[in-house]
């Protein structure tokens, strides 16, 4: 018995120039920056140029990598005499992309994706709900990209120069993240003591080692509780569960102003506002719910008959929850305790409130460097914070797939 190839009939050629003259007028629009009239006149000439190209591709060319290769040439070079070396490189990109369009479209490749009695409004909206989830996409992850080109801005400006927009090599620099190191010291050019003046008097250097003190204490003891709470709740003779729950993570769903300034009453009462062991409490104290739902979502597929095979042989509670549940629930909890630093690294608002100068976190020194200096080097901070959470959210993630193999989950 051979096998048979699904093979898509090809559309006609007015279907595939109506997309690639939608794709320019979305290009059109954005090249003109802002200004309607222009916008208008973009729109319309840049889609009749892409529905030329891709006409071009489909009825000349007939191959797709000469047809990349013709359209990414073509849109460069008007791209460069439009708005530049930058621009144009970005049209050559676009103009690669319409090649692979055109050619896609026209050979009916588009619906291999799909099977063959799909009808045309399902594969619209195949691709019209993929096309709504890469934008919101954009829409969420463009902000913080732009922060890293313009970390490495030579000039003190929170925007991009000229020389940047044409990629001269001498309008960037690692000045600001220099700058990091260098900040509050009293000699930073001096040869002897820099190791102390920069641990001593350095403001990011002094606010990196608070926000790692207050993180790894508040990270200690969130998940420490909320393991035990966790697991507490997990059982079923437990009472009240759903109130104590509700109870538990409530710092997640009060807002944080209401919660500083009862932090901030509470603690002045007792002595220990404006000092490290309140900062922890307080951040301990918001990184646990992230703790207990992780470890109970953990729990929840985990196998009460082996404490209770361990109980029958002899262990103890302390020694079966050791041996037997901690090395099943471990990616749980460390996921948890992940959760409960950065919940503790990003925190802005209670250390407003309960934090002396000696306290000042990063997240407390970019908020004083936003209102009374204006430096990059904020931007240079917030794009080493930026790799930071990807690094924990990455480890995250592993663990959650290691979390499904040890419970025989298939992963996600």
């Known amino acids: 018995m051979s096998d048979y190839k699904y093979i898509p009939p090809k559309p006609p050629l007015l ?11 979305i290009i059109g629009f954005f090249s003109a920056r802002g200004n309607m009239q222009l916008a208008l006149i973009l729109i319309f000439a840049v889609s009749i140029l892409f529905s030329i190209l891709g006409s071009f591709s489909v009825v000349i060319i007939q191959e797709v990598n000469l047809s990349r290769i013709f ?23 676009i103009g690669f992309s319409l090649g692979q369009i055109a050619i896609w479209l026209s050979s009916g490749n588009y619906r291999l994706p799909l099977p063959p009695y799909s009808s045309s409004g399902e594969v619209l909206w195949f691709y019209a709900f993929r096309g709504i989830c890469c934008l919101i996409f954009l829409f969420l992850i463009v902000p913080i990209i732009i922060l890293v080109p313009l970390s490495f801005n030579q000039e003190p400006y929170f925007s991009f120069t000229p020389g ?16 990091i190191l260098k900040n509050g010291m009293v000699a930073p050019e001096a040869k002897e003591g820099w190791w102390t003046d920069l641990w001593e008097n350095a403001q990011w250097i002094r606010s990196i080692k608070n926000s790692f003190i207050i993180g790894i204490g508040a990270t200690f003891l969130a998940t420490s509780f909320g393991t035990l709470a966790a697991i507490g709740l997990s059982r079923s003779e437990m009472p009240y569960r759903r109130p104590i729950m509700a109870l538990l993570i409530s710092p997640m769903i009060v807002p944080l102003v209401i919660t500083a300034s009862g932090l901030f009453y509470f603690y002045s009462q007792v002595g220990i506002a404006k000092s490290y062991s309140g900062l922890i409490l307080a951040h301990a104290l918001l990184g ?7 470890v109970t979502a953990t729990l929840s597929g985990f196998d009460n008959n082996l404490t209770r095979a361990a109980a029958n042989l002899g262990a103890g509670p302390i020694r079966t929850f050791f041996k037997v549940q901690m090395p099943l629930i471990l990616p749980g909890v ?36 936003i209102r009374e200096q204006i430096s990059p080097t ?3 901070v917030a794009t080493i914070l930026v790799i930071l959470s990807i690094v ?21």
Request: hydrophobic share 50%; glycine share 8%.
């Open 378 to 380: 904020i931007l240079a």
């Open 164 to 179: 940047m927009l044409a990629f001269d090599r001498e309008a960037f620099s690692t000045r600001w993240y220099w700058d």
């Open 288 to 294: 646990t719910p992230f703790v207990i739902i992780t």
């Open 71 to 93: 359209c990414a040439a073509s849109l460069g070079i008007g791209g460069y005499f439009y708005a530049g070396f930058s621009f144009s490189i970005l049209m050559a990109v």
């Open 15 to 25: 279907f595939t120039l109506f997309w690639c003259a939608l794709y320019g007028a």
């Open 392 to 412: 924990i959210l990455t480890t995250v993630e592993l663990l959650r797939r290691r979390s499904e193999r040890l419970r025989g989950v298939a992963p996600s």
């Open 334 to 369: 460390i996921s948890g305790g992940l959760f409960a630093f950065i919940t503790s690294f990003d925190e802005v608002v209670v250390v407003l409130q309960l934090a002396d100068v000696r306290q000042r976190t990063i997240p407390r020194q970019m908020f004083s460097g």
